[in-house]
T-cell receptor, first 112, second 114 residues
Framework: AQSVTQLGSHVSVSEGALVLLRCNYS??????LFWYVQYPNQGLQLLLK??????LVKGINGFEAEFKKSETSFHLTKPSAHMSDAAEYFC??????????FGTGTRLTIIP | DAGITQSPRHKVTETGTPVTLRCHQT?????MYWYRQDPGHGLRLIHY???????DKGEVSDGYSVSRSKTEDFLLTLESATSSQTSVYFC?????????????FGSGTRLTVV
């Protein structure tokens, strides 16, 4: 079955440290891939997306993600964490139909 | 987002009562979706619509019904609310032409069933 897996429901990093949030998908055909961010008591906001073309995609707030077909992965990174990055992050995939499939989310905590 | 609004934002209701949540869009998008968000489960699709009067079930549709009589409105009804339906509900919209842009989400409705 097609699915999205996020490793680590909670990730803590120090301010200024590298942020790495992991996402893997299960599908024989590479899907469109998305990262969304959710700040407390808000809806989801699109951070970045991969559809076709360049496998390293840049998004808002200094985040980027790299699509690796061989690893079926789409990990999210940011070189230097900021306190304002504290939020929940969701990876999602569009597997060729009209419906996004979400991972279970990763809550990012930034340690001052 | 300015183009999609959900109402109410918060609701407390009693077990066994019917509840209707509303999603309204001003983007004229064809597709509309209802998700629920629960800790440890991420977002799970309840129902979606691909046009006026055209709807289909998602992965967690039991106990929910939907209606779409106008392009701009998508209603989610809990026929007889249960405590397991306590959740945050999100509506989303997307456009057939711009699927690769992903969805636009509303701000959510926090529903508590007591």
């Amino acid at each position: 079955a097609q699915s999205v897996t996020q490793l680590g429901s909670h990730v803590s990093v120090s301010e200024g440290a590298l942020v790495l949030l992991r996402c893997n998908y299960s599908s024989s055909v590479p899907p469109y891939l998305f990262w969304y961010v959710q700040y407390p008591n808000q809806g989801l906001q699109l951070l970045l997306k991969y559809t076709t073309g360049a496998t390293l995609v840049k998004g808002i707030n200094g985040f980027e993600a790299e699509f690796k077909k061989s690893e079926t992965s789409f990990h999210l990174t940011k070189p230097s964490a900021h306190m304002s990055d504290a939020a929940e992050y969701f990876c999602a995939a569009l597997f060729g139909n009209e419906k996004l499939t979400f991972g279970t989310g990763t809550r990012l905590t930034i340690i001052p | 987002d300015a183009g999609i609004t959900q109402s109410p934002r918060h609701k407390v209701t009693e077990t066994g009562t019917p509840v209707t949540l509303r999603c309204h869009q001003t983007e004229n998008h064809r597709y509309m979706y209802w998700y629920r968000q629960d800790p440890g489960h991420g977002l799970r699709l309840i129902h979606y619509s691909y046009g006026v009067k055209d709807t289909d079930k998602g992965e967690v549709s039991d106990g929910y019904s939907v209606s779409r009589s106008k392009t701009e409105d998508f209603l989610l009804t809990l026929e007889s609310a249960t405590s397991s339906q306590t959740s945050v509900y999100f509506c989303a919209i997307s456009d057939l032409v711009r699927f690769r842009d992903g969805y636009t989400f509303g701000s959510g409705t926090r529903l508590t069933v007591v």
